[in-house]
């Protein structure tokens, strides 16, 4: 085997050498932290301060699985998602609190990890250190092979246990798009209501309390005041039903996807057609849903893309909804901020996906999918 000067080791395989030096001194904190709340918790547990102490003690776990992986991920280049974060039912008390600590499987998990760890730590302390002093031309692949198993072991303890914890996890990062979202719905009614038909109906109620005063000493010009009263209910009722038509739109209710994408369409100022390709009207969520990232698109293709044309399709695919909406503008949009950004948390946010191809130049493909769920579900 031809000698390699110790320096010449590419960057990953230094990585890869700190990793396993750095294993004995947190394999030793790890194992004396373990078994120091175990047995301290276990011998305690028939008093006060015992199984809170074991309720601590999982959560100081679950704090060393995190800096592990972290460690993993800098060092081996190992992407590792998070666990669930755990779930206190602090509504009810310190005791639902102290059991649904206590049943924490992640923080089980994450102590197994640490128990076990402390003479494989020692074992791979020691041969990466003999192989830098004695025998470094082998190390890079002996520290490759150790760092086999250390992978292994980090996916198995440290990682989500299943699909579902990790679509947990996700749920509950996505919950709080949708709580952010939903503010911004509701600031942004508010400030229309007030802005508009609000203001617009107090200056009603002033103007006819005015000809109310005057109609018996001026009728010409309290009917005439009257006249432009009419004119401005007319305004005003017109704004609550185009804010309405922000909330959901009635056509949307009462007649579903195929013409109220339709009525979308026909606003659009660049020439859009509709092609829809579903037989059943997927859950109210998932059109209200649809309905708005088409509104918003098409909006984008009248504002921004400088199209001759554009397309609309949508059809549904064994459980999921899928839309597509097409144009052959100038091209160059992305999620980096502004209303598609906020498309495809939304998206994000009921498992969905969104997908944009705009080259510089055009054409632009947007598509999203959205779970179909059944209107009874």
Same mark, same amino acid.
């Given at each position: 085997?031809?000698?390699? %000067?110790?320096?010449?080791?590419? *960057? ?7 990793? +396993? ?19 301290? $918790? ?12 074991? #309720? ?7 704090? +060393?699985?995190?800096? @592990?992986?972290?460690? #993993? ?20 008390? /310190? ?29 791979? /302390?020691?041969? =990466? ?5 004695? &025998?470094?031309?082998?190390? %890079? ?16 303890? +440290? ?24 503010? &911004? ?30 109609? !018996? @000493?001026?009728?010409?010009?309290? &009917? ?6 009419? *004119? ?13 038509? $922000?909330?959901?739109? #009635? ?17 659009? !100022? ?25 509104? @918003? ?37 992305? =999620?980096?901020?502004?209303? +598609?950004?906020?498309?495809? @948390? ?7 996906? /969104? ?9 632009? !493909? ?12």
């Amino acid at each position: 085997m031809p000698r390699v %000067p110790a320096f010449g080791f590419p *960057g990953s395989t230094w990585r890869e050498i700190a990793y +396993l030096l750095t294993n004995l001194p947190m394999g030793i904190f790890g194992f004396v932290y373990v078994t120091s709340w175990l047995f301290i $918790g276990a011998a305690l547990s028939i008093t006060v301060v015992g199984l809170p102490m074991l #309720a601590f003690g999982l959560l100081g776990s679950r704090q +060393l699985g995190k800096f @592990e992986r972290a460690r #993993a991920r800098l060092l081996l280049d190992l992407q590792v998602d998070e666990p669930s974060p755990l779930r206190h039912h602090t509504h009810g008390g /310190f005791f639902p609190w102290l059991w649904s600590s206590l049943k924490d499987p992640v923080g089980w998990r994450h102590t197994l990890y640490l128990l076990i760890r402390l003479p494989w730590d020692i074992m791979t /302390f020691t041969v =990466t250190l003999v192989g830098l002093f004695v &025998a470094w031309p082998v190390l %890079p692949w002996v520290a490759r092979g150790l760092t086999v198993v250390e992978r292994a072991m980090v996916r198995a303890l +440290l990682s989500p246990s299943d699909e579902l914890e990790r679509r947990i996890a996700e749920l509950e990062s996505d919950r709080g798009v949708v709580v952010d979202t939903a503010a &911004a719905d509701l600031r942004r009614i508010e400030r229309d209501l007030h802005d508009g038909a609000q203001a617009r109906l107090v200056a009603l109620a002033m103007d006819l309390g005015l000809a109310k005063e005057k109609l !018996t @000493e001026d009728p010409e010009a309290a &009917a005439k005041m009257v006249d432009e009263a009419h *004119g401005e209910v007319k305004i005003a009722l017109q704004e609550l039903r185009d804010l309405a038509r $922000g909330i959901h739109p #009635a056509i949307l209710t009462d007649r579903g996807l195929g013409p109220a994408l339709s009525s979308l369409a026909a606003r659009c !100022t660049v020439p859009a057609t509709i092609s829809i390709d579903i037989e059943e009207r997927p859950a109210p969520a998932i059109e209200g849903i649809a309905y708005f990232t088409v509104s @918003e698109l098409l909006q984008n293709v009248s504002k921004h893309s400088r199209a001759k044309a554009a397309t609309v399709e949508l059809w549904r695919t064994e459980h999921r909804l899928l839309l597509q909406v097409w144009d052959n503008g100038v091209g160059g949009a992305d =999620t980096s901020g502004g209303g +598609l950004a906020g498309l495809s @948390e939304r998206l994000g946010s009921v498992d969905g996906l /969104f997908v944009i191809d705009s080259p510089a130049g055009g054409p632009t !493909t947007i598509t999203a999918e959205l779970p179909w769920r059944d209107r009874t579900s």
